[in-house]
């Protein structure tokens, strides 16, 4: 990735075009899975917002404007300029996202499981709405960020300390996302397996192009500890395989570009974050996961993730958490303040 010292001719024109043109307009044991019914697989045609890959090249002057937008329209030095522009088709930085996270057996895993199908819906649509609000110069969709692989405090069968959803669940999770016509995260905790034996259990999911990925250090026990004993890590390494993985997905069946969410919260989470390479075919978020009071989360987003760019930017917040130990649950106008702003926002 490349950082700017000092605005290239191509920089300057890209600003003052932007000037001249531009108007706005934690973690426990998930017993018997199986037991959860059986549901139909929706058709891929039931997903509205996913374009499909464009014939034409990305428009690289509306990205710069989108970037620039996310910098508060101030390109400096402490961010990367990207100019290594995304493949047709891509969501970001063009869109908005705001998801809901968790898993449908459980309430403490986040809102997903926490409420009644019919609210949570309902709660989602004015969520995307309120953030519609705040930003309408970047539309936004909506999304479900499902746990499909947890990480568990019992080895297992396999002695991996993680238990892989059942077809049904994620099958819900894809019906649900066509209902509300939104995107669908597939997130993996590995416990102690990893992405190279977890990913291909989600292929058949990840080639529809509605379906994106997820992936969660604090529950990658490299060390052979028992999840949530003590905080999980990944590699820059690790990161770069998941996204090879999807660039040959995206490129064997002609998909619009993927997006990988990373979460992180603490600097040993996420190991040489400078080797993470790009790629035009995967769109990386680095999604900022700490709970707690508005500033304990604003000085983590600033030092784990604006201080170590990589990409694209996320911000978790959550429901009950953050109000206990914060006082409040941060808003639009105050989450679209930090710098950068961020593209992906996470409800759990």
């Excluded at 191509?10 to 426990?28: C, D, G, K, M, N």
């Excluded at 374009?51 to 996310?70: E, H, S, V």
């Excluded at 309408?136 to 746990?147: G, K, R, W």
């Amino acid at each position: 990735m490349r950082y700017i010292g000092k605005l290239a001719l191509e920089t300057v024109v890209a600003i003052l075009l932007v000037w001249i043109l531009w108007t706005p307009s934690r973690h426990f044991k998930i017993e018997h899975p199986e037991t959860y019914g059986k549901g139909a697989f929706p058709e891929k045609e039931a997903v509205a917002h996913q374009p499909a890959p464009a014939g034409t090249a990305t428009d690289t002057l509306a990205y710069r404007q989108k970037m620039l937008q996310l910098l508060h329209d101030s390109a400096v030095a402490a961010w990367p300029y990207q100019r290594d522009y995304p493949a047709p088709g891509a969501l970001l930085p063009f869109h908005r996202i705001v998801a809901y996270y968790g898993n449908f057996y459980t309430p403490k895993l986040g809102v997903l499981g926490s409420i009644p199908v019919d609210s949570m819906l309902a709660r989602l649509s004015a969520t995307v709405a309120m953030w519609q609000a705040a930003d309408t110069a970047t539309p936004v969709l909506p999304a479900f960020h499902y746990i499909a692989v947890t990480a568990q405090r019992s080895p297992g069968k396999d002695g991996k300390y993680r238990l892989r959803m059942p077809e049904a669940a994620i099958n819900k999770a894809l019906e649900l996302a066509a209902q509300a016509h939104a995107l669908v995260f597939l997130d993996i905790q590995p416990g102690h397996s990893t992405l190279q034996e977890e990913l291909p259990q989600l292929e058949k999911y990840l080639v529809r192009p509605e379906v994106h990925l997820g992936i969660d250090p604090e529950y990658s026990m490299k060390g052979g500890q028992v999840p949530c004993s003590v905080i999980g890590t990944l590699d820059a390494e690790d990161i770069n395989y998941a996204a090879t993985w999807l660039a040959g997905l995206v490129k064997q069946h002609r998909l619009p570009p993927k997006i990988l969410v990373v979460h992180r919260f603490t600097q040993a989470m996420v190991t040489n974050y400078k080797n993470i390479r790009l790629r035009p075919e995967v769109q990386i978020v680095m999604d900022m996961d700490g709970f707690g009071g508005v500033a304990k989360k604003k000085d983590t987003y600033r030092s784990w993730i604006a201080r170590q760019p990589v990409q694209f930017t996320g911000f978790k917040l959550f429901y009950q958490v953050d109000v206990a130990t914060g006082g409040h649950l941060m808003g639009p106008g105050e989450v679209l303040a930090l710098f950068p702003r961020p593209i992906y926002i996470q409800y759990q």
